[in-house]
T-cell receptor, first 115, second 112 residues
Framework: DTGVSQNPRHKITKRGQNVTFRCDPISEHNRLYWYRQTLGQGPEFLTYFQNEAQLEKSRLLSDRFSAERPKGSFSTLEIQRTEQGDSAMYLC?????????????FGSGTRLTVV | DQQVKQNSPSLSVQEGRISILNCDYTNSMFDYFLWYKKYPAEGPTFLISISSIKDKNEDGRFTVFLNKSAKHLSLHIVPSQPGDSAVYFCAASSRITDKLIFGTGTRLQVFP
C-alpha cells in the first residue's frame, strides 16, 4: 500500500492552456475526493466519486473543470482554459467508507501555477 | 459562509507544555468532527475524530473535546513536542453528504 499518489507534483502552465491531473487512490478504497487549497485557506471540496459514479460536485467546479473516474480506480481532473485564479494546490483523497471515525487519506497534491 | 472557523491563525507553545487548538462551527447537522495535521509540501494527515454523540475522544497525546451546546471543539496535545509543529485543520461532515468542510487552519509552533 503506497498511499494516495498524485501526478504531477507541480505544474506550471500558461493562461488559457488545458491541464490534467491524475490521482491513484489506495487500491481497496471505493471513494475518491478532489479538493482545492489556496494560500491561507483550508481545503475546499470540489467533487467526489463512489466507485465510478460522481456523486457530488461543488458549485466551485465551473464548467471548465471536469473529473472522471473510469472503472472506479484512478481519477483525472481536467481544467480547460486555465485562469490565474486556478492557481492552487489540488488534493486528492480516498476512503473505504463514509468519513466517520477514520477520515480519509490525502495525497501530497498537485501544485498548479498559472502564469 | 464559513461553517467551520478556526479563529487563531497561529499558536506558539513550549515543548512539554499543553497545546490547545480551537474550532467553532455553525451547522448543527454536522455529525463528525475531525482534526488533520499538515506539514509543508505534504497533504493533510488524519489525526483524530469525534462523533457528535460523544464529548471526548482520546488517542495517546491527543484529546478532542466537543461542546455541542456551544458548537465548539478543541484539540489538546499533551505534552507538546517539536515534531508537532505543523498546520492543524479542523473539519466537519454531516449525515447528508460525505464531504468535509475545513477551517482555515492554525499554525502550531512548538519551541524547545
Amino acid at each position: 500500500d503506497t498511499g494516495v499518489s498524485q501526478n504531477p507534483r507541480h505544474k506550471i502552465t500558461k493562461r488559457g492552456q488545458n491541464v490534467t491531473f491524475r490521482c491513484d487512490p489506495i487500491s481497496e478504497h471505493n471513494r475518491l475526493y478532489w479538493y482545492r487549497q489556496t494560500l491561507g485557506q483550508g481545503p475546499e471540496f470540489l467533487t467526489y466519486f463512489q466507485n465510478e459514479a460522481q456523486l457530488e460536485k461543488s458549485r466551485l467546479l465551473s464548467d471548465r473543470f471536469s473529473a472522471e473516474r473510469p472503472k472506479g480506480s484512478f481519477s483525472t481532473l481536467e481544467i480547460q482554459r486555465t485562469e490565474q485564479g486556478d492557481s492552487a494546490m489540488y488534493l486528492c483523497a480516498s476512503s473505504l467508507a463514509r468519513t466517520g471515525d477514520y477520515g480519509y487519506t490525502f495525497g501530497s497534491g498537485t501544485r498548479l501555477t498559472v502564469v | 459562509d464559513q461553517q467551520v472557523k478556526q479563529n487563531s491563525p497561529s499558536l506558539s507553545v513550549q515543548e512539554g507544555r499543553i497545546s490547545i487548538l480551537n474550532c467553532d462551527y455553525t451547522n448543527s447537522m454536522f455529525d463528525y468532527f475531525l482534526w488533520y495535521k499538515k506539514y509543508p509540501a505534504e497533504g493533510p494527515t488524519f489525526l483524530i475524530s469525534i462523533s457528535s454523540i460523544k464529548d471526548k475522544n482520546e488517542d495517546g497525546r491527543f484529546t478532542v473535546f466537543l461542546n455541542k451546546s456551544a458548537k465548539h471543539l478543541s484539540l489538546h496535545i499533551v505534552p507538546s513536542q517539536p515534531g508537532d509543529s505543523a498546520v492543524y485543520f479542523c473539519a466537519a461532515s454531516s449525515r447528508i453528504t460525505d464531504k468535509l468542510i475545513f477551517g482555515t487552519g492554525t499554525r502550531l509552533q512548538v519551541f524547545p
